[in-house]
């Protein structure tokens, strides 16, 4: 295959010859993937609304036996790009995948590509992984990311189990343990294995339901209009959550039924933001910001909690070091197995976040935007390269109660001013700058304020670098600031 070098071949087929116990310590490792997740939506994270109607038994067990993450972000708001970031260890502009669904070249090294070459079963199943591409795409497109090697044979031959896409909503929710199990089924008894498990919960599509949860009762942020249609939308979100921890405690009861607990470092993470007000699609917090927990039997103190700032592109370095194989060439993650195990750990003083093309208009924001930014552990700085675009939030435009509603309060006047400029201001500020500590839901933007004047240039020269050792395409942001009146 054309993107195993000589060298790797050669090592990968020196290993066949070892014998089994060399795999026998290096531990299982099962990533499972929320969709639309952002935190705090668990009860182990402190949300209110999922500990006051009891949303998240499993996964609030989950985090007790863990190491949870309080400051875990994705490299991207949207699904795909995020999703190769995490396998690449790279960000989406690093490989060139910015456009939604836009795999990542043929020759992008993937850390599951590794893992198999140092004797790993590696596979993936639950609902798609967008590694290489949308699940499905015009023919001509298809085509050619076949000639390509983005997609088809060529690309599903690195992995021992592939399944593009399986749904677990509504009656499959029940169906997961099978899908489990039947992965599972064909993994050596001499190997270890890695196996992706993703999760459609909780993305948009999830219907009328939310028996239980009582949209008057909701404690709702400070960034959203309290209407109707705002509440209502979002207990139906939370009943999704509720699916999803069904769901999770599913496949955490195969896991120990098939004697596999003890072995296995489980992972849990949301792959980017959720689809309501402010959040997917956007680089504000709740864009980026998600949970993460992992457990590891006998290496991670269980109920341990860290703070330290963590990107996905940091997850393929740490699962390799774990499996105790080296990095791939060209990844920019920081390895942070040493915070697993308690040891002293740095950690990073920044993540960096893009927002590129999403499924969607390209007049709007929802479907083209082109932003950056810089998060640090008290400031989230955004770099918005076309302010034409009003924010129109992603997945929420058609016949949505929610945005329905904040349209329609807008026309009759009840809005409130703070509500009126965060949805509704043209253009929008090409640079926002957020103190997240004294200001949690952004609402006030410092940019350009004397006050904060070093710590914008600060953040702004970081982004101008980081930008530089992508190699991205867009106006650096000093360039832009050059030229603002």
């Known amino acids: 295959m054309k993107f195993i070098s000589g060298n790797r071949l050669y090592l990968a087929l020196g290993l066949l010859f070892l014998g089994s116990s060399v795999f026998a310590a290096r531990p299982n490792i099962l990533l499972i993937l929320s969709d639309d997740h952002s935190a705090p939506h668990l009860g182990a994270y402190g949300d209110p609304n999922c500990k006051k109607f009891g949303l998240t038994p499993n996964l609030d067990a989950f985090a007790r036996e863990s190491m949870l993450f309080q400051r875990a972000y994705t490299a991207a708001p949207q699904c795909a790009p995020s999703r190769i970031s995490i396998f690449a260890g790279r960000s989406p502009v690093g490989v060139a995948a910015t456009r939604f669904a836009q795999p990542a070249r043929a020759d992008t090294l993937l850390f599951t590509d590794l893992l198999r070459d140092h004797g790993y079963w590696v596979g993936l199943d639950g609902r798609h992984q967008h590694l290489d591409g949308r699940n499905r795409d015009s023919p001509h497109v298809t085509e050619a990311l076949i000639e390509q090697g983005m997609r088809g044979e060529v690309f599903e031959s690195r992995f021992d189990h592939f399944v593009r896409g399986a749904k677990t909503k509504g009656a499959e929710l029940a169906k997961v343990p099978e899908k489990f199990h039947a992965a599972l089924d064909g993994v050596p008894a001499e190997k270890p294995f890695f196996l992706y498990f993703g999760f459609n919960q909780p993305h948009r599509g999830w219907g009328e339901d939310h028996e239980g949860i009582d949209p008057a009762e909701l404690e709702l942020p400070d960034d959203w209009p309290d209407l109707p249609g705002v509440r209502l939308d979002y207990a139906r979100y939370l009943a999704d959550v509720r699916d999803l921890d069904t769901g999770f405690g599913l496949i955490m009861q195969a896991l120990a039924a098939r004697g596999l607990a003890e072995n296995t470092l489980v992972i849990f993470m949301g792959d980017n933001g959720e689809a309501l007000l402010r959040g997917k699609g956007t680089l504000y917090n709740r864009g980026l910001h998600v949970p993460l927990m992992v ?131 043209n253009p929008r500020p090409i640079f926002e700058l957020y103190d997240l500590a004294a200001d949690p839901f952004e609402l006030n933007n410092l940019a350009g304020q004397e006050s904060v004047q070093q710590i914008e240039t600060d953040l702004r020269e970081e982004l101008d670098r980081w930008m530089v050792r992508e190699s991205d395409f867009l106006p650096l942001p000093s360039h832009a600031h050059q030229n603002t009146p």
């Open 295 to 425: 457990r590891w039997p006998g290496k991670v103190k269980p109920g341990t909690v860290s703070d330290k700032l963590i990107s996905g592109v940091d997850l393929a370095p740490t699962l390799l070091r774990v499996a105790d194989v080296p990095a791939g060439e060209g990844m920019t993650g920081l390895d942070f197995m040493p915070e697993l195990l308690g040891q002293p750990f740095a950690g990073r003083e920044q993540v960096f976040g893009e927002r590129g093309w999403h499924f969607g208009p390209i007049t709007r924001s929802d479907g083209f935007d082109l932003s950056r930014s810089v998060t640090t552990q008290r400031y989230n700085y955004i770099y918005n390269a076309i302010p034409e675009r009003s924010y129109t939030p992603v997945d929420m435009v058609k016949q949505n109660i929610a945005y329905d509603d904040i349209k329609a309060a807008r026309q009759d006047g009840s809005l409130s001013a703070i509500h009126e400029r965060i949805y509704f201001q």
